[in-house]
């Protein structure tokens, strides 16, 4: 069986015509087929409620229907503060970090298991005498910074890898990571010898930021819940829209 939209086929050359644009999608094909699917579904919609097409693109419609129908609140004063209160780290500047670490690289043919071993070895015994940290770096460490005690100078956020950056910024100075750490480079020794604090920007700074990302996510929010209901009303066939992600709710 094919698939139909309130019984309008899709055809192969519309999904096909989609597929290009779906290229690094984990399934190109599960992409495009849904894309055009929902695309069909919205233009019913707007052909129900007299959105006509005139000069307006396929695009304008979508919108003029979004426009219509998608309604969100202005973020008030007590949400914009609760935001921000809870994401005070977002609106820090200047926080550093001094690092240092001891690196395991994972090479071709290295036995992981082996060397989580004894990254885990080396880190109890830190744990018992930290005062080892440089002479162990120079001993063990696959990275140039093993030559001055593993020392990788300071770190602002935003200027590491994710994996590395969320556990530096957890530590306290002189704090050893309660883990071996795993990023792209291989394991890691971490600890944190010095932090700046950085300075929180002051609400009245941030306000106008803090309600355009409310708004965003409110948007977002309406406008799945509109989509889904939708989704729920047209007879679709061939294939299921359940969980289904596109493009046009980013």
Do not use: K
């Amino acid at each position: 069986m094919g698939i139909a939209v309130n019984g309008a086929d899709i055809t192969d050359a519309e999904i096909g015509a989609e597929l290009a644009h779906h290229a690094n999608a984990a399934n190109p094909l599960q992409q495009a087929v849904h894309e055009v699917v929902l695309r069909r579904v919205l233009l019913d919609e707007a052909d129900r409620l007299g959105i006509v097409a005139g000069d307006a693109s396929d695009d304008e419609r979508i919108e003029t229907l979004f426009a219509c129908e998608v309604q969100v609140p202005e973020a008030d004063e007590t949400a914009c503060r609760r935001y921000y209160d809870a994401h005070r780290t977002a609106f820090t500047r200047g926080e550093r970090v001094e690092v240092r670490h001891i690196l395991f690289q994972v090479t071709p043919g290295a036995q992981l298991e082996l060397l989580r071993e004894t990254a885990t070895l080396i880190l109890e015994e830190l744990r018992q005498r930290p005062e080892r940290f440089g002479e162990l770096a120079r001993r063990y460490s696959n990275c140039p910074s093993g030559a001055v005690d593993g020392s990788l100078g300071q770190f602002g956020r935003g200027e590491c890898v994710p994996e590395f950056e969320e556990v530096l910024f957890r530590l306290a100075p002189g704090e050893l990571a309660g883990r071996v750490v795993e990023t792209r480079f291989g394991l890691h020794i971490v600890q944190v010898q010095r932090r700046l604090e950085g300075t929180l920007l002051p609400f009245d700074a941030v306000r106008n930021h803090v309600a355009d990302t409310l708004r965003r996510q409110a948007w977002q929010r309406a406008l799945h819940q509109y989509l889904h209901l939708l989704v729920g009303r047209a007879r679709i066939d061939g294939v299921d829209l359940a969980g289904a992600s596109s493009p046009l709710v980013q």
